[in-house]
């Protein structure tokens, strides 16, 4: 597998967090591994006439987007196959495919279903296209397009870099207070722009956020991790990472095939 980031434009900085282009030039198929929630969506836009892969057991023969809200996906790319691969920031995929979060959340969908017949139009040009830089160029332009359609939403905004900064322990009253919206108001926004309520983001941001710990201390017992990570106790924390990766914490840790 080969893959290699490009940088982003300064307009999408704020809505993109990567950029790359992934291809599968080995003599067989990788093997499956197991890609754990993030709250980010990602775009994978096939460039060649080989099937993208295998998610979740369906195999995806032409571009897609993944909404990996809350639940792992065990992913295998086909033998020559390759991607433009983007992946947005929490909350900010919604600018660009204008559809409420919560109805993709969780799935795997057909990239012909989110933007139409311009989907195929983009595949075409992009396949035709003499390099991978040109490929990234040219996808970056589109999606520029899109933006520009798009309002921002301050408070949804606002409340996604609270919950960054705080880690995913912010309290979810002090969101309702800095919004000013009713709590039931802010969880429909939530769910349009996020795909998950404003509950359910923050614990998922916190086990995002422990994921992180357990590569920064290696050397810290798991208790400690998550202490680290704001866990209330250990029964917390390994419900949290049976329910996001099928797996306790320790077995997250030993499996060379899980990736985050």
Request: hydrophobic share 35%; proline share 4%; glycine share 6%.
């Amino acid at each position: 597998m080969h893959i290699k980031s490009y940088d982003i434009i300064p307009a999408l900085q704020p809505y993109v967090k990567l950029i790359c282009t992934m291809e599968c030039d080995d003599d067989t198929d990788t093997s499956y591994i197991r890609v754990l929630p993030d709250a980010c969506v990602e775009l994978f836009l096939n460039y060649t006439i080989t099937p993208v892969g295998i998610i979740n057991n369906e195999l995806h023969k032409r571009s897609i987007v993944t909404f990996r809200m809350s639940r792992p996906k065990d992913v295998q790319m086909r033998k020559g196959s390759g991607v433009i691969a983007v992946c947005f920031y929490p909350g900010m995929a919604y600018k660009f495919i204008q559809i409420p979060m919560y109805v993709l959340s969780d799935t795997t969908a057909a990239l012909s279903d989110i933007w139409g017949s311009i989907s195929t139009q983009i595949e075409d040009e992009i396949a035709e296209s003499s390099n991978n830089e040109v490929r990234v160029s040219l996808l970056q332009k589109y999606l520029l397009r899109e933006l520009a359609n798009d309002k921002n939403n301050l408070q949804i905004a606002h409340c996604l870099r609270q919950v960054q900064l705080s880690g995913g322990l912010i309290p979810l009253g002090k969101l309702v207070n800095d919004t000013g919206f009713s709590q039931r108001h802010l969880s429909r926004k939530f769910q349009e722009y996020v795909g998950l309520s404003p509950k359910e983001y923050l614990r998922v941001s916190r086990f995002i956020f422990s994921l992180g710990h357990l590569k920064k201390y290696p050397l810290c017992s798991l208790t400690e991790v998550a202490y680290k990570s704001g866990y209330y106790d250990q029964a917390h924390f390994i419900r949290d990472y049976k329910d996001y990766t099928g797996y306790t914490p320790g077995q997250v840790v030993q499996a060379s095939y899980i990736l985050y």
